[in-house]
């Protein structure tokens, strides 16, 4: 008896070791089994069910293994119940045994609900994904997956526990990579700061595989939030963001002053103007054209965020470009006060072209003649060039005279213009002389 006693109870021992569970589990499962077995014991010998079977209960010798059923006080256990029992009971014992294995391996998950756990993907069934988590399978659904992100069998990655839910196969743990509180608990991870206590994320937006925006606070002075989260030379952000397959991260200091918290949330833009509608929840916001960009951002997307993240509504305007007043405006404005601004500095600005005009004429061809309102004066004006007109013709004539005596002088030979002196007809005769005089010589 010792031996079966030592066996037994090393079975027990060992099971228990092997289902996480603790030995009273397993002695509750073989109890449950031998009611089963029992109750199947007196079908399989046509006797009646009794009506109260429900009170029957059953034990078992956790020294020697021995199991007896009870009515009430009575023993009623049949002749070799427990060949019986362990022939019969044993799919009711293993059974009982895996559903108390899992709600210990569920109890154990539902306390890390809201943690980073490591896992890596197991198997896939259409969209879903199927994570080995050690002792646990999790369960990445389509939407707890980031649309960026490619999954293979094998893969290691972190992954946030969201919940325990019942499904279809049972109790299952559901896993996700698309939840911002991921990236809540990733800079957990990392951030001394945030398990201390002295800082903490206070809102977190995110758009899965693409941005995310958070807003930290410290509640101990000295202590630099944002400082905190980014890291010396950026190392703890960028931890985070390899894991997060290079998602882009915006950290921000939180503060309950709406109009503050809203120009820093719509980060990287700067110089913002914020004026608040408290009734409705809206804020309107100012800003530079040259900010205007990066306040929207791509697709709308930084000015989406920063309204998830401060729970405004946010309206962003550009702001109008500001106005300088010029030398032309002054002068319009002095003129004629009544005329438009835009009329005025249009006359304005055509009386400088002139003048420009007119400054870069001078001394040249498009130089007009000045006006002279002295009669005597343009008298006198008229006479000088009538003066030079005279003295340029007769310098013109004395030049053909002298030109025509140089000619005249020279030898006809010598101009080279014999040919022009000769008469056209004496020019035609020559030839026919010539050839007569050839005649009569011979």
Do not use: C
């Amino acid at each position: 008896m010792a031996q079966a006693r030592t066996e037994f109870a090393a079975a027990l021992n060992q099971i228990a070791s092997e289902k996480g569970v603790d030995v009273s589990v397993v002695l509750e499962a073989i109890k449950a089994a031998a009611l089963a077995a029992y109750k199947k014991d007196l079908m399989l010998r046509n006797q009646p069910i009794p009506e109260d079977f429900e009170e029957f209960t059953s034990e078992v010798n956790s020294a020697s293994g021995e199991i007896s059923i009870f009515h009430g006080k009575d023993n009623v256990t049949p002749p070799g119940f427990a060949r019986i029992a362990a022939s019969i009971a044993k799919q009711v014992i293993m059974q009982r045994l895996n559903e108390a294995e899992r709600s210990t391996i569920l109890a154990e998950y539902e306390s890390k609900i809201g943690t980073v756990i490591s896992g890596s993907i197991q198997r896939q069934e259409g969209n879903t994904f199927f994570v080995d988590l050690g002792r646990a399978e999790g369960v990445l659904l389509p939407s707890e997956q980031v649309h960026t992100e490619m999954y293979h069998q094998n893969q290691r990655l972190k992954f946030l526990v969201k919940e325990i839910r019942e499904g279809g196969r049972g109790s299952e743990v559901l896993v996700s990579r698309a939840d911002p509180n991921l990236v809540k608990a990733l800079f957990a991870l990392e951030v001394p700061e945030i398990q201390s206590g002295a800082v903490e994320i206070k809102i977190i937006a995110r758009e899965a595989g693409s941005r995310t925006k958070i807003a930290a606070f410290s509640s101990e002075d000295g202590v630099d939030p944002v400082g905190s989260l980014v890291g010396q030379k950026g190392v703890r952000v960028q931890a985070v963001i390899s894991e997060l397959g290079e998602e882009k991260i915006d950290i921000i200091s939180y503060s309950d002053d709406p109009a503050r918290f809203i120009a820093q949330a719509l980060s990287p833009a700067k110089d913002i103007q914020v004026r608040l509608n408290e009734k409705d929840k809206i804020a309107t916001v100012t800003v530079p054209q040259s900010q205007l960009s990066l306040a929207i951002g791509k697709g709308g997307q930084n000015v989406r965020l920063a309204a998830k993240l401060t729970g405004w509504k946010i309206d962003i305007v550009g702001a109008e470009e500001p106005e300088v007043t010029s030398a032309e405006e002054e002068k319009a404005e002095a003129t004629d006060p009544d005329k438009t601004i835009g009329e005025a500095v249009a006359e304005a600005v055509e009386e400088n072209i002139t003048e420009a005009m007119q400054d870069e004429s001078k001394g040249g061809e498009l130089q007009e003649e000045p006006i002279v309102d002295d009669p005597q004066a343009a008298a006198d004006a008229e006479a000088d060039i009538e003066e030079e007109d005279q003295k340029s013709g007769e310098t013109e004539k004395e030049k053909l005279n002298e030109e025509q005596g140089s000619m005249a002088e020279t030898p006809k030979e010598e101009r080279g213009d014999t040919i022009g002196d000769r008469d056209p007809l004496e020019e035609e005769k020559a030839p026919a002389q010539e050839a007569d005089q050839g005649k009569s010589s011979k």
